[in-house]
């Protein structure tokens, strides 16, 4: 697989990840990794109903999605759109070993103690020591909600 995009949307399949990043990213698969989803099979029926002709939907749980990112990343098709909606599968992602290019966050919306960083993205103090951990290592982490909108650092949101 070939992962164009490592995106965390707790809203997950939606119409802007549809309609905006798998289309210009000419994306042919979405691969979620949520361990609840994993073992639900109505969600993943309907998460793949709402994909677009052509790109195929997989949820896996995180042990598994580790484990086919680690010996399937080798920039052959398909083309991928990496998709979580927790920070900490990105995280336990990167501490089992994956390297993200990058990190786009599109929505983490409002919840006890979570602060508010910018339009749709609100971190508990937990989430922005989870995204300082892959910022300190490297890995750029960005807000941009849609393909058409400029990319935010998020140092720069957590700074404010």
Avoid at 68 to 83: M, R, S, W, Y
Avoid at 118 to 131: R, Y
């Amino acid at each position: 697989m070939n992962i164009l995009l490592n995106r965390l949307d707790d809203r997950l399949i939606h119409g802007q990840v549809l309609v905006s990043w798998v289309k210009r990213l000419a994306a042919r698969r979405i691969l979620v990794i949520d361990d609840d989803l994993a073992r639900d099979s109505f969600s993943q029926s309907v998460f793949a109903l709402a994909a677009p002709r052509g790109v195929q939907v997989e949820i896996a749980g995180l042990s598994e999605g580790l484990r086919q990112i680690l010996e399937e990343n080798d920039g052959t098709p398909p083309d991928t759109i990496l998709l979580c909606k927790e920070p900490r599968y990105l995280l336990e992602l990167f501490r089992g070993g994956y390297r993200p290019a990058s990190v786009n966050i599109g929505c983490l919306a409002a919840g006890p103690s979570r602060k508010r960083l910018s339009k749709g993205v609100f971190l508990s103090e937990q989430e922005t020591e989870l995204f300082e951990e892959l910022i300190d290592a490297g890995i750029p982490v960005f807000v941009q909600p849609v393909y058409a909108e400029a990319k935010i650092d998020l140092r720069e949101l957590i700074r404010r």
